[in-house]
């Protein structure tokens, strides 16, 4: 309703110079599927613990899950069960940017769902030590997002095919060996700054990607074994260098080069290291 005495036209004046305001100010309301993750920032926060490790006389920081203790939250069996109603069309038709930030965050989250439903998990022959891998179908279990059946596989094929392979930093697939957790929920205004922030960390991290100069080896992370066809995306001219790679391993090297230090990507040039994926440590980010 209009204050009395204010006529239309000067509302709508200053209607819109608040509207201007905001936008200047960096506000912006969230969009539909940014609003059934925005509660996983509070879980996040919560349950998310991060911690520094030392390697190679570098400092990292790990990441860790309180399983337990989120597993007595009545809220989250309720945050899980509203992706159910996320709008399927608009899901479709979001931006680019909405959808890689809705699909990590709902790929992470069901990841953890899926630790929860099975915790306290116990060994197993595989792995005798508490892993994701040890409950069994983890990746072929039915999650309900926008109305229609999704695995955790189903979740891959889709993070694949979106067309930046920096994706795969993002996804925690709930082991020690793998990328960090985030401490909050992807947006589609911070998306493009994570997948570039973890790409970079990922690849500088030696507990993922180092260089053996006595064997001249590049040991990765097996964690990247098959998804290196994804790296290819977003399509770009590679770097010097990678073209003494076969075509099967170019999309991981020239990812490599492009955030390895200078020091490291002429060694890379210059002696052609061997790619030798090295296995990944399955055992859950658990925290106490």
């Not at 509302?11 to 509660?39: D, N, Q, V």
């Not at 190679?56 to 809220?75: C, I, N, Q």
């Not at 930030?101 to 899926?114: E, M, Q």
Request: glycine letters at 6%; a positive charge; hydrophobic letters at 35%.
């Amino acid at each position: 309703m209009l204050q009395k005495g204010l006529c239309a036209p000067r509302a709508a004046t200053l209607l819109a110079g608040f509207l201007w305001m905001g936008c200047s100010c960096g506000w912006a309301a969230p969009t539909h599927l940014e609003r059934y993750h925005k509660i996983l920032t509070e879980f996040l926060r919560t349950y998310v613990v991060t911690e520094s490790v030392y390697k190679d006389g570098k400092e990292f920081v790990s990441s860790r899950v309180r399983y337990g203790a989120l597993k007595r939250d009545e809220r989250w069996s309720s945050y899980t069960a509203s992706l159910a109603q996320v709008d399927r069309v608009y899901l479709r038709t979001a931006s680019l940017e909405d959808r890689i930030a809705f699909w990590i965050n709902t790929y992470n989250a069901l990841v953890i769902d899926t630790v929860i439903r099975h915790y306290p998990i116990a060994p197993s022959a595989t792995y005798p030590y508490p892993s994701i891998r040890s409950i069994r179908g983890a990746w072929e279990i039915p999650h309900t997002v926008a109305g229609q059946t999704y695995t955790l596989e189903d979740i891959e094929k889709l993070l694949a095919g979106l067309g930046d392979g920096r994706v795969w930093f993002l996804t925690c697939p709930a082991a020690k060996g793998g990328p960090n957790l985030r401490p909050y929920a992807l947006t589609p205004t911070n998306i493009s700054q994570e997948l570039e922030s973890a790409c970079g960390g990922y690849c500088s991290d030696t507990r993922h990607v180092r260089i053996d100069e006595a064997t001249n080896q590049l040991q990765v992370s097996e964690y990247l074994q098959d998804k290196i066809q994804s790296l290819a995306d977003p399509v770009r001219a590679y770097l010097t260098g990678v073209e003494k790679y076969p075509p099967s391993e170019r999309p991981l090297i020239d990812t490599l080069l492009r955030r390895f230090p200078a020091e490291k990507k002429e060694y890379i040039r210059a002696k052609r290291p061997e790619i030798v994926f090295v296995p990944l440590d399955w055992s859950l980010n658990d925290a106490p």
